[in-house]
Nanobody, 114 residues
Framework: VQLVESGGGLVQPGGSLRLSCAAS????????MSWYRQSPGKERELVAR???????SYKEHASGRFVISRDNTENTVYLQMNSLKPEDTAEYYC?????????WGQGTQVTVSS
């Protein structure tokens, strides 16, 4: 299993970023996919999840601003982040759980600052 995130960077408050996670090594359409984030000194927290059937769920801090999507033909999951705030600054990780085992990407850094 391999998860490779990209798309992070420095953005001003109010700006947007689109994160991508390219997945391989498993049957991508058969699994729920998630985005997590972790800020220095804080625990890793769930941002959003997209289920096999396409249903999406968001944590409160992401609801209304972020959109998770997936392309099962490209084995990729996306996180469109809009109206970014300084408190969104974190390392963002792609995640999949397969038969009880958790797999993570290497992360992509998002910094929201003026």
């Amino acid at each position: 299993v391999q998860l490779v995130e990209s798309g992070g960077g420095l953005v001003q408050p109010g700006g947007s970023l689109r994160l991508s996670c390219a997945a391989s090594g498993f049957t991508f359409p058969d699994y729920d996919m998630s985005w997590y984030r972790q800020s220095p000194g804080k625990e890793r927290e769930l941002v959003a999840r997209i289920y096999v059937g396409g249903f999406r769920s968001y944590k409160e801090h992401a609801s209304g601003r972020f959109v998770i999507s997936r392309d099962n033909t490209e084995n990729t999951v996306y996180l469109q982040m809009n109206s970014l705030k300084p408190e969104d600054t974190a390392e963002y990780y792609c995640h999949v759980q397969i038969w009880g085992a958790n797999y993570w990407g290497q992360g992509t850094q998002v910094t929201v600052s003026s």
